[in-house]
């Protein structure tokens, strides 16, 4: 426990032995599943001609809207908005219209492309601000409001309005979406797949197939990466694989090709921000108003919850006394979006964030003394916007530790006097926070369970809700059963997940997989231990206070035998050898009707420092040092938890500076591959990167050995990146105004900004 353990498969994924769904062994009657997607953005379907797909030499069949047995319907939160297959109605470029199921995925790939569809085209829309003028919304607006705002405002000595746009981002998984549905005895259905809800998954192929949940198990080994991208977007093609199959009686394959994942599968919501922001002379907030619009899509999928969070952290670290946060959930003809690594905290932090460095720009003051002004408080100064006291705020310390320790002031200096004589080559740099809450809001998904069983030798198999993306949660969690029984971390047997081993769970999502299933699994390594010590201490006659497990044994008084001798004693001895575990995150609840609640248990906190390097001439920015600080509380595993501290970071530059998400007039998504669409290589990762982990940190909650959670908050540290490119053009520029500079800060962006004052050139 608490050692820098390797990811269980660190050797295999650098091997090529790691087994993805596109890697395990073919069945040998396997057909291959392809989808036709829509032309337009929106548009009836007059009418549908597949007789070219259907007669093409190796196609079995093809697949229609009318041809799913059960219901033909994906929505996550149940809000009967989304289809498998459009049917008369297309709402976005790409969406799934028919399937076609052939003998090669070459096949079917190809007889896709001979569908004759006869629409009627009706006027999309495409935008944020056009959804926003024709009231579009695919969830009704929300608000949340705290104080009175527009007194505490108008009543402000300074006061300032602006917007900033935050851009969408797609995961670009590695691997990409892919499920392989093998029908077994009497109609039910194996489904193998790369999701982050294998339960969901389950759900809602039994629905569509118009069969119980139990004629259904899915399997998850573990996924090239997720993202969020697979909370909920692996079900739709996993259900017309297992539709085919069980129509076919033969295992089918599906497997997107790059393009038609970034097409067909929702994204990072981008956000239109207003502010109106009242202050004193200091620079501290009076008064505050934030008007969120976020492109949903065609369909609300997760937009509630992921709205609702960019509302719950649009104060970041800062107490805002008086605030009011609207939301408005546009519907858009373009893809779903989705849940993407932050899940709409990220969006909400660049709000607030854009308004302390304007504030700072207005003030002339340095940003992080203005930061540091509107912190929350450690006992006062400590009720957030939902009215949940801040208990855990660490950040007072934290911050003054990382600006000690990156040399913050001295390099701000050395910064200045740079730029005084540089006037192409600009540095700039920034600190900023991350608070972020650890919790899903929706409460009754913050449950988790696992299984655990202990074989006659001794060895251990581990099976819990929680998947596996890359993020090490397999590694943690077996640590956790192993210091359990304290044996070597090897004996205890890593499994896929398996809804027919633990039912009924919840996403591996909010970055909770460990907080959750450690407890699970623990709470059932418990129950088989506590058994072994009865059992010990009739055997040895000692009672079960001196019985110790130390080292791969069990020691009882002066008696001693190995675990696995024990683990075979106690099988003779007819005593269960397996146990499941239950946990349910304590202490939340919210009330959505009056804004208020705790929906967190904990909050999880870090803060960076980013120095930039931007090229006025050409708009090209670099990352030359970024020091992070980061309260992993007791880390149960330092080498893991900095892994994702690193790539978090990394992928949200990449939101920030690189990656950009663009529809053409048509509703046509033109960055639909690496040769468009930006993602960070080797070579964006920041020159110099520390990045430590707070050595005073400890959750003050009652987490699995006081860990905290840490696979979304990093990627928010990034906001530092974008605070020191706004603050190198507006130094370059003067005045005390700061300029509109939107996400993703592309080099073109960057020059927009410094050559026409933010109009399109
Ligand atoms: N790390 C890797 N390598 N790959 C991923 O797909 N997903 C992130 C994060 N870290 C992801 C990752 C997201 S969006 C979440 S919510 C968490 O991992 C989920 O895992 P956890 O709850 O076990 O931290
Ligand atoms: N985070 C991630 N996924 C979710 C959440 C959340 O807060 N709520 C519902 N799904
Ligand atoms: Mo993570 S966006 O909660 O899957």
């Known amino acids: 426990m608490f050692s820098a353990i390797s990811h269980d498969s660190a050797r295999k994924h650098v091997a090529g032995s790691a087994l993805y769904v596109d890697d395990i062994p073919e069945p040998a009657d396997l057909l291959h599943c392809y989808f036709g997607g829509s032309e337009l953005a929106h548009a009836k379907v007059i009418s549908m001609d597949l007789c070219a797909v259907a007669q093409y030499p190796g196609v079995i069949r093809t697949l229609t809207a009318a041809d799913i047995p059960g219901v033909n319907e994906i929505s996550p939160m149940h809000k009967f908005d989304e289809p498998v297959l459009a049917d008369k109605l297309v709402q976005f470029a790409g969406q799934p219209v028919f399937a076609v199921l052939a003998e090669s995925r070459a096949i079917a790939r190809q007889a896709a492309q001979l569908a004759h569809i006869e629409y009627e085209a009706l006027p999309a829309i495409l935008d944020i601000e056009t959804a926003m003028e024709r009231k579009s919304y695919v969830l009704e607006p929300h608000s949340m409001q705290r104080g009175d705002p527009q007194a505490a405002i108008q009543a402000a000595p300074r006061r300032l309005q602006g917007e900033v746009f935050t851009g969408g981002q797609d995961h670009f998984y590695l691997e990409g979406q892919v499920s392989m549905a093998v029908p077994k005895e009497d109609g039910d259905i194996l489904i193998l797949t790369s999701s982050q809800h294998p339960s969901e998954v389950q759900h809602l192929v ?14 998850v080994r573990r996924m090239g990466g997720a993202f969020g991208g697979k909370e909920t977007q692996a079900a739709q093609w996993a259900i017309m694989a297992a539709v085919m199959a069980d129509l076919t009686g033969r295992p089918v394959k599906i497997r997107l090709d790059r393009d038609d994942d970034m097409r067909s599968t929702g994204k990072r919501h981008d956000f239109l921000i207003r502010y109106d922001v009242g202050f004193d002379d200091e620079g ?32 970041n670290a800062y107490y805002l006394p008086n605030v009011s946060i609207s939301s408005y959930r546009c519907k858009t003809n373009t893809v779903s979006n989705t849940a993407f690594r932050g899940f709409g905290g990220p969006q909400g932090m660049v709000g607030i964030e854009r308004v302390i460095d ?33 208990k855990d705020n660490v950040l007072p310390g934290l911050i003054a530790e990382l600006e000690a320790s990156s040399d913050y002031r001295a390099r701000r200096q050395e910064i200045a006097d740079f730029n005084r004589t540089s006037p192409i080559i600009r540095k700039g740099i920034a600190l900023t926070p991350a608070k972020f809450g650890i919790s899903f809001t929706t409460t009754f998904l913050n449950q988790a369970a696992a299984l655990v069983h202990v074989y006659k030798d001794g060895s251990v198999h581990l099976n819990h809700g929680g998947t596996e993306m890359g993020q090490g949660l397999m590694i943690k969690i077996a640590q956790v059963v192993a210091d359990e029984f304290q044996i070597d971390l090897d004996r205890v047997k890593i499994t896929a997940t398996n809804t027919g081993k633990v039912p009924n769970t919840s996403a591996t999502a909010a970055s909770s997989g460990t907080d959750m299933n450690g407890m699970a699994a623990r709470a059932a390594a418990r129950k088989i231990k506590k058994r072994l010590l009865k059992f010990a201490s009739k055997k040895f006659a000692t009672p079960p206070s001196e019985i110790r497990f130390v080292d791969n044994h069990v020691q009882a008084g002066e008696s001693e035998i190995s675990f696995a001798e024990l683990a075979e004693q106690a099988w003779l001895g007819r005593i269960s050898l397996s146990a499941t575990g239950f946990y349910r995150t304590p ?21 960076a420092v980013s120095e930039v390097e931007v090229d006025c001439l050409t708009g090209e920015s670099r990352i030359t ?47 639909h591959a690496p040769s468009t669409y930006k993602i960070p290589t080797c070579g964006d990762m920041p ?38 490119i706004s603050q190198v053009i507006a130094g370059k520029l003067g005045g005390n105004s700061l300029p509109s500079l939107n996400t993703p800060a592309t080099p073109e962006a960057i020059l927009n900004c410094l050559y026409s004052n933010g109009e399109e050139a």
């Open 206 to 219: 039994a629905r569509s197939l118009g069969k119980p949940i139990n004629a259904v198990t899915v399997e």
């Open 284 to 315: 501290r907030i009076l008064g505050i108003g934030f008007t969120h619009a976020l492109r949903c899509g065609i369909s609300s999928d997760l937009s509630g919850p992921i709205a609702d969070r960019a509302m719950f952290h649009s104060d």
């Open 358 to 390: 304007a504030i700072a720009q207005q003030l002339g003051k340095d940003p992080l003394d203005v930061r540091k002004a509107n912190l929350y408080g450690v006992d006062t100064r400590n009720i957030t916007p939902y009215k949940m006291v801040v």
């Open 587 to 607: 202490k939340i609840y919210y009330d959505p009707q009056t804004s208020s609640g705790r929906p967190f248990l904990y909050f999880a906190y870090g803060a």
């Open 625 to 671: 040092r970024v020091d992070i600080l980061y309260d992993a509380g007791k880390s149960l595993n330092p080498a893991i938890d900095i892994g994702q501290i690193e790539g978090g970071f990394v992928q949200g530059a990449g939101w920030l500076t690189s990656e950009e998400v663009w529809w053409d007039k048509q509703g046509q998504l033109r960055t």
């Open 687 to 724: 020159e110099v990167f520390n990045v430590r982990l707070w050595d005073k940190g400890r959750n003050r909650e009652k987490t699995i050995h006081r860990s905290k959670a840490v696979g979304e908050p990093p990627l928010m540290l990034a906001i530092s990146v974008h605070s020191a």
